[in-house]
Nanobody, 131 residues
Framework: EVQLVESGGGLVQTGGSLRLSCAAS????????IGWFRQAPGKEREGVSC????????YYANSVQGRFTISSDNAKDTVYLQMNSLKPEDTAVYYC????????????????????????WGQGTQVTVSS
């Protein structure tokens, strides 16, 4: 069974940093696409950043480009989201999700930007940035 468990959320002041972790199990950690998504109250879900397993190609939403970094540790079956220079508008529940679309070009972008991406989702972790 594919499972994802997020951790690392919390309360931080504007300008601070957090690192989210997404621990994966139930699949071979070499051919996948994993993404971080967020949803704030009253707002649509946003694909924040996605990474393609095997080639480590990445995608970032414009809203986080230059501030967030996604990475994977295959030895630990974990994907991280390092979030720096946090802003109050980054406040949301952050979810990680995984899918296995096969060797599609640009799958990291597609997973983050497609409406209603499928796959398996974690339970979410709250990130709150105070002003």
């Amino acid at each position: 069974e594919v499972q994802l468990v997020e951790s690392g959320g919390g309360l931080v002041q504007t300008g601070g940093s957090l690192r989210l972790s997404c621990a994966a199990s139930g699949f071979t950690f070499d051919d996948y696409v994993i993404g971080w998504f967020r949803q704030a109250p009253g707002k649509e879900r946003e694909g924040v950043s996605c990474i393609s397993g095997g080639d480590d190609r990445t995608y970032y939403a414009n809203s986080v480009q230059g501030r967030f970094t996604i990475s994977s540790d295959n030895a630990k079956d974990t994907v991280y989201l390092q979030m720096n220079s946090l802003k109050p508008e980054d406040t949301a529940v952050y979810y990680c999700a995984v899918d296995f679309p096969g060797p599609q070009r640009g799958r990291e972008r597609s997973f983050c930007t497609d409406d209603g991406p499928g796959g398996t989702w974690g339970q979410g972790t709250q990130v709150t940035v105070s002003s």
